[in-house]
């Protein structure tokens, strides 16, 4: 547990003890950061911040679907931070860390009250880092409030998620060139990878989008300033606009889905067509030789003549010249 205090710009580290004098000091801005929630630091959360057991609960059982709820003197968050997994590394079993393919979903809850913001997370993590560095580099320019607080680690989250979707795009965009030239089955199983990957982006963006529209309402962070209402709106924009990126490319995966079916189609086709046009050229050359190869005392030409074996040749070659002209002629109308 890590106890950071703003006052006049200036910031210092505080400790635990002191938790509950600051709350009596509405003057003094104080960040509470947590990470991996025991039954001491639960302890404090209860005995000294008398939150809610529920939400506290909420912060020891991860895998909770991003919401904001409202108690008497705070609000409670859940979010969710993305990166993007690395394939040369085995994900440790981790509550807190939902795996879904190449992405990794971490689950950050946070409380703000009037004075303080208090963060839980299962680990020290690029998001608590950046948010602090940000903070760090605003010093005395921006007056440091509960909402800008808030603003700032929201802010971070959701940039997480933008480098994401540039790598959407840039898969998408090689996935849709390749298909055009040779479709593979590795091919539509990275579409379907790719499509289940949006849609739990969607099931985490779609509702931080509502709970970043709810905290854009006056009446509910009632203690922020307006200016702190502009940078949560930013935020929310932005937010809206990742879930606008999600839906745009899984309806252009769900295109290529089909791109990728006709592709194979047309392949099949084309295959197909050369089979059948081989079956008709062996055919021929079936009932030309077949004939020959009856039980006949007398053929023309004789099976003694010495032009028979030419003559057949030649006719054989003739009958395919002249199949093959007219099969040519019927795929061109």
Same mark, same amino acid.
């Given at each position: 547990?890590?106890?950071?205090?703003?006052?006049?710009?200036?910031?210092?580290?505080?400790?635990?003890?002191?938790? =509950?004098?600051?709350?009596?000091?509405?003057?003094?801005?104080?960040?509470?950061?947590? &990470?991996?929630?025991?039954?001491?630091?639960?302890?404090? *959360?209860?005995?000294?911040?008398?939150?809610?057991?529920?939400?506290?609960?909420?912060?020891?059982?991860?895998?909770?679907?991003?919401?904001?709820?409202?108690?008497?003197?705070?609000?409670?968050? @859940?979010?969710?931070?993305?990166?993007?997994?690395? =394939?040369?590394?085995?994900?440790?079993?981790?509550?807190?860390?939902?795996?879904?393919?190449? *992405?990794?979903?971490?689950?950050?809850?946070?409380?703000?009250?009037?004075?303080?913001?208090?963060?839980?997370?299962?680990?020290?993590?690029?998001?608590? =880092?950046?948010?602090?560095?940000?903070?760090?580099?605003? =010093?005395?320019?921006?007056? &440091?409030?509960?909402?800008?607080?808030?603003?700032?680690?929201?802010?971070? &989250?959701?940039?997480?998620?933008?480098?994401?979707?540039?790598?959407?795009?840039?898969?998408?965009?090689?996935?849709?060139?390749?298909?055009?030239?040779?479709?593979?089955?590795?091919?539509?199983?990275?579409?379907?990878? *790719?499509?289940?990957?949006?849609?739990?982006?969607?099931?985490?963006?779609?509702?931080?989008?509502?709970?970043?529209?709810?905290?854009?309402?006056?009446?509910?962070?009632?203690?922020?300033?307006?200016?702190?209402?502009?940078?949560?709106?930013?935020?929310?924009?932005?937010?809206?606009?990742?879930?606008?990126?999600?839906?745009?490319?899984?309806?252009?995966?769900?295109?290529? @889905?089909?791109?990728?079916?006709?592709?194979?189609?047309?392949?099949?086709?084309?295959?197909?067509?050369? *089979?059948?046009?081989?079956?008709?050229?062996?055919?021929?050359?079936?009932?030309?030789?077949?004939?020959?190869?009856?039980?006949?005392?007398?053929?023309?030409?004789?099976?003694?003549?010495?032009?028979?074996?030419?003559?057949?040749?030649?006719?054989?070659?003739?009958?395919?010249?002249?199949?093959?002209?007219?099969?040519?002629?019927?795929?061109?109308?």
């Amino acid at each position: 547990m890590k106890v950071t205090v703003f006052s006049q710009g200036t910031s210092r580290n505080a400790a635990i003890s002191e938790v =509950g004098q600051l709350l009596q000091s509405p003057s003094e801005i104080f960040w509470v950061d947590i &990470i991996d929630c025991d039954d001491q630091e639960a302890q404090v *959360l209860r005995d000294v911040f008398h939150f809610h057991p529920l939400a506290i609960e909420d912060t020891r059982n991860h895998r909770q679907r991003p919401k904001l709820e409202e108690y008497n003197g705070y609000l409670f968050l @859940i979010t969710n931070s993305v990166s993007q997994l690395d =394939g040369k590394q085995v994900p440790t079993p981790d509550a807190s860390i939902s795996v879904h393919h190449d *992405l990794e979903f971490r689950e950050i809850n946070v409380f703000v009250g009037r004075n303080y913001l208090v963060t839980v997370s299962n680990r020290d993590d690029y998001t608590i =880092g950046e948010c602090r560095r940000r903070i760090d580099n605003v =010093g005395s320019a921006f007056p &440091i409030t509960v909402s800008y607080l808030l603003y700032t680690l929201l802010d971070v &989250i959701v940039d997480e998620y933008f480098p994401i979707m540039d790598l959407f795009e840039e898969e998408i965009g090689e996935l849709e060139d390749v298909i055009l030239v040779s479709p593979k089955q590795e091919h539509l199983n990275r579409l379907f990878d *790719l499509k289940h990957m949006l849609l739990h982006m969607w099931r985490v963006v779609w509702p931080q989008r509502d709970m970043l529209g709810t905290l854009t309402q006056p009446h509910v962070l009632n203690f922020s300033d307006q200016s702190s209402q502009y940078y949560l709106r930013d935020v929310g924009d932005h937010l809206l606009w990742i879930a606008d990126m999600i839906n745009t490319y899984r309806d252009t995966l769900t295109g290529l @889905i089909d791109l990728y079916m006709s592709s194979v189609s047309n392949r099949l086709n084309r295959i197909v067509n050369r *089979l059948t046009v081989m079956t008709i050229v062996i055919g021929v050359m079936t009932v030309v030789s077949g004939f020959y190869g009856m039980n006949f005392e007398q053929t023309w030409p004789h099976f003694k003549d010495p032009n028979g074996v030419p003559f057949v040749l030649i006719l054989m070659a003739m009958l395919i010249s002249i199949l093959m002209l007219i099969l040519r002629r019927v795929n061109r109308s």
